[in-house]
């Protein structure tokens, strides 16, 4: 069963830029991508999402390389309300919905 | 405008016990999920309807658990009986758009607690 796969955790400070790349080898051509946030005790929230080169909205951007096989969520200029964990969700080839492990960031002052 | 409920929210139960969870998505959306989230880990999908179908319940755990959304708005998660490695969290989202990529809201999630 394809498997996505994000690094386990992040740590970064306020005001920076946060990249979090999501691989997915094995996603599906006519699919999209699509970044959750999660807080404690909450279910996932939706942030972005996007079939290939380059999405912006309100609150992140997404960059998407033209073979689909990865994907990375951009956040600008973070604050510490960003700390949560953030999960990349795709369909794989088998038709599959597939969320990531998520990445655990951590945003100090 | 109300969101995904869900309840209840927390649950403790000891094995082989029955235990059942509940959703209601938000009005007008098509597609509900019912996930399964471990510590430390992503929600896996246990199966998904559109409308009253379900059109994917492949992983489902078929011996133990069962599903049923009746008129095809609110949703009946069951577990009977009740293991161990059951615990964990159980979260139902929605969507308006049949189609897979439509933006899914979630509940807040139900916690069992299989002593």
């Known amino acids: 069963l394809a498997k996505t796969t994000q690094p386990i955790s992040m740590d970064s400070y306020e005001g920076q830029e946060v990249n979090i790349t999501c691989s997915h080898n094995?996603?599906?051509?006519?699919?999209?991508i699509t970044w959750y946030q999660q807080f404690p005790s909450q279910g996932p929230r939706f942030i972005i999402q996007?079939?290939?080169t380059k999405v912006t909205n309100e609150v992140a951007s997404l960059f998407i390389p033209a073979d689909r096989k990865s994907s990375t969520l951009s956040l600008p200029r973070v604050s510490l309300s960003d700390t949560a964990v953030y999960y990349c969700?795709?369909?794989?080839?088998?038709?599959?919905?597939?969320f990531g492990q998520g990445t655990e960031l951590s945003v100090k002052p | 405008e109300a969101g995904v409920v869900q309840s209840p929210r927390y649950k403790i139960i000891e094995k082989k016990q029955p235990v059942a969870f509940w959703c209601n998505p938000i009005?007008?959306?098509?597609?509900l999920y019912w996930y399964r989230q471990n510590l430390g880990q992503g929600p896996e999908l246990l199966i998904r309807?559109?409308?009253?179908?379900?059109?994917?319940d492949s992983q489902l755990p078929k011996d133990r658990f069962s599903a049923e959304r009746l008129k095809g708005v609110d949703s009946t998660l069951k577990i009977q009986p009740a293991e161990l490695g059951d615990s964990a969290v159980y979260l139902c989202a929605s969507s308006l758009d049949p189609a897979g990529d439509d933006e899914q809201f979630f509940g807040p999630g139900t916690r069992l607690t299989v002593l």
């Open positions: 996007g079939y290939k």
């Open positions: 009005s007008g959306h098509n597609t």
């Open positions: 309807y559109e409308n009253e179908e379900a059109v994917d």
């Open positions: 969700l795709v369909y794989n080839q088998g038709g599959k919905l597939i």
């Open positions: 094995n996603i599906a051509t006519n699919d999209y």
